[in-house]
């Protein structure tokens, strides 16, 4: 009986030990356990109809002694549940108002088109709505103005419009076709400056968001760096570490940080709304406002922001598959590379710079190689680790490739991105110098696309599965949260 009572009093103590280990890791990190409890209570009504991750979280609440969060938590229920999506479409042709937010190219394998995204109202509701347009690019409608469209609705896991009749509404504007203008003359400047029509359609694609070669995207999502053609916080990143190198040659911090504001605004401007590309845009734009507050933010927090952010303008987002492995990978770099990076810190020591100074010009060579292959396999690690459940859920399988190719292949495309920045700088400064650039891109970009054309198929292999339930992800991930804690669980002093 005593031996019983001793287990018991071990399990009480073990249990309270981990709910501070908890408490601790949300009163440091609280932007991302209110984006989370916004996450889960809208989420669960609007794409899974039932409240059963609701009544877990509330519980965890409750056992962390979080008490505020669960008001949060019902009143994400009740933003979440006013805004259902209709249960009912109507079968007939309808009449709806449609505002468009973007225009794309869109290519089918019979022929080729356009897609307006925007929103549509009918029947005094508004749902996220894709317009495809197959007539002639001469009589298209132009995107910026609202129509009032004649047609039927479908909803296929997102809804679209068969527009019969478009309408143009007075007194009505949008950005849309200014965006699709101005991303058409870059891919005509590309095209004319680098003399590789196939660099120029990847390049094209890489920086515009618009990716209308087929094959291209299937090479990459086949090798599993599928990722790298989506606009994210990497390409916000690039733009951010050149603009923070051009500017900080001639003015001084605030400056800087004003014209990186700019920059950053134009360029989500350029690329136009989608969750995964919002999500870098508010990223970026916390993490600006951290600097020019001479407070810089944790990294989870700034994810918490923007997640929260996000999902308060619209909740419908957190159904998307670019907003979920942007999140995603975020987090599993937030949380875990520097973990990986300590591990593999056994295997690839970390030198620092009064270290290096005795070895020889080769061994500093060889040390920041190994450098180099730590921090990438740490990266590769971390981002996968959260990503796996999620790619065999909507794919059902992953590519052993993408391992390889994500140690080296996004760092090479941040150094064309880099040179490619360089080329349009100077095009209107300096001629010779931008086809310089505009050279070493198109020759370091072929050799890069060569790889993925003809990837080393010993090594294709494919964990592959024929369903992974959607119901496994959030204990998968709440597991990984506790492993992290454990890993990394604070000292008795600190509690």
């Given amino acids: 009986m005593s031996r019983y009572n001793g287990l018991e009093n ?7 030990r981990l709910r501070d280990i908890h408490l601790l890791f949300w009163r440091e990190h609280p932007a991302l356990l209110c984006a989370l409890t916004l996450l889960i209570g809208t989420s669960s009504l609007l794409f899974l109809g039932h409240l059963l991750w609701p009544l877990l979280w509330c519980a965890y609440l409750i056992y962390c002694r979080l008490f505020p969060q669960i008001f949060l938590l019902l009143g994400t229920i009740f933003y979440g549940w006013c805004h259902l999506p209709p249960s009912q479409l109507p079968t007939g042709e309808i009449t709806a108002l449609f505002s468009p937010a973007s225009l794309q190219p869109n290519h089918s394998p019979f022929q080729k088109g356009l897609v307006y995204k925007g ?3 009918f029947d005094r509701e508004t749902v996220p709505c894709s317009v495809f347009y197959r007539g002639l690019p001469a009589t298209r409608p132009r995107a910026d103005q609202n129509y009032c469209l004649s047609g039927k609705i479908e909803h296929k896991g997102d809804f679209f419009f068969k527009a019969k009749q478009w309408i143009p509404v007075a007194k009505s504007w949008s950005l849309a076709e200014l965006r699709y203008q101005t991303k058409e003359r870059f891919k005509k400047v590309l095209s004319e400056h680098l003399p590789s029509s196939r660099v120029a359609t990847f390049l094209s694609s890489l920086t515009t968001g618009d990716v209308e070669d087929r094959l291209l995207r299937y090479e990459f999502s086949r090798l599993g760096i599928q990722h790298i053609l989506a606009i994210s916080g990497f390409h916000f990143g690039i733009l951010i570490a050149f603009c923070t190198f051009a500017l900080g040659l001639f003015l001084p911090r605030i400056w800087k940080i004003g014209a990186l504001f700019l920059a950053v605004n134009a360029y989500f401007l350029f690329v136009g709304s989608s969750p995964s590309v919002q999500r870098s845009w508010l990223t970026a734009l916390f993490y600006l406002f951290g600097q020019f507050l001479g407070r810089p933010a944790n990294g989870l927090n700034l994810l918490g922001c923007a997640l929260g952010t996000e999902l308060i303008c619209n909740p419908l987002a957190a159904g998307n598959l670019g907003f ?12 875990f590379y520097p973990t990986f990076d300590r591990f593999l810190q056994t295997f690839f020591p970390k030198r620092s710079g009064q270290e290096s100074q005795p070895l020889t010009p080769l061994a500093k060579h060889g040390a920041l190689l190994a450098s180099f ?6 990266l590769t690690l971390a981002v996968n680790l959260l990503l796996l459940p999620l790619l065999l859920h909507h794919f059902h399988q992953f590519p052993l490739l993408g391992l390889l190719y994500n140690l080296f292949f996004p760092f090479m495309i941040g150094v064309t991105l880099f040179l490619l920045l360089i080329a349009l700088l100077f095009l209107p400064l300096y001629s010779p110098i931008a086809t310089l650039f505009f050279f070493f891109t198109d020759h370091l970009t072929a050799q890069l696309l060569e790889l993925t054309s003809n990837p080393p198929f010993a090594l294709d292999y494919l964990i592959q599965t024929q369903e992974f339930p959607a119901w496994a992800i959030p204990p998968f991930l709440f597991i990984l949260l506790n492993l992290y804690l454990l890993i990394t669980k604070p000292t008795e002093s600190t509690i």
């Fill in 324 to 335: 979920q492995l942007s999140f995603l990978s975020c987090a599993g770099i937030l949380l």
């Fill in 119 to 121: 929103s549509l109202t």
């Fill in 10 to 16: 071990v399990a009480v103590i073990s249990l309270r």
């Fill in 373 to 378: 292959f730590r921090q990438s396999i740490s």
